[in-house]
């Protein structure tokens, strides 16, 4: 089985930032790619970003040029660094990682961000 544990959510004003981080544990041999994933209410989940295990790097549109993610390989952790946080950013954020053939997916955690 594979385990992730998310950290890092919390409740932010506008312009602020908060830095998520996921840290996958278990019966792990390689790890395809590493991401997250929001969902507002009434909204359906919608990629955040993705970063592969070479590196390459994906960002939604609207968090483009204001969230960085990174992963540390050696700890199987994947980051989201959130700057310039809009309230349009509210949601429940969901780590998700892919290992070979399975996805993974963590249980939420909730970013509030008030104007």
């Known amino acids: 089985q594979v385990q992730l544990v998310e950290s890092g959510g919390g409740a932010v004003q506008a312009g602020g930032s908060l830095r998520l981080s996921c840290a996958a544990s278990?019966?792990?041999?390689?790890?395809?790619?590493m991401g997250w994933y929001r969902q507002a209410p009434g909204k359906q989940r919608e990629l955040v970003a993705r970063?592969?295990?070479?590196?390459?790097?994906n960002y939604g549109d609207s968090v483009k040029g204001r969230f960085t993610i990174s992963r540390d390989n050696a700890k199987n952790t994947v980051y989201l660094q959130m700057n310039s946080l809009k309230p349009e950013d509210t949601a429940v954020y969901y780590c998700?990682?892919?290992?070979?053939?399975?996805?993974?997916w963590g249980q939420g955690t909730q970013v509030t961000v008030s104007s």
């Open positions: 278990g019966s792990i041999l390689s790890i395809n790619s």
């Open positions: 998700r990682v892919f290992v070979r053939t399975t996805l993974y």
């Open positions: 970063i592969t295990n070479g590196g390459n790097t």
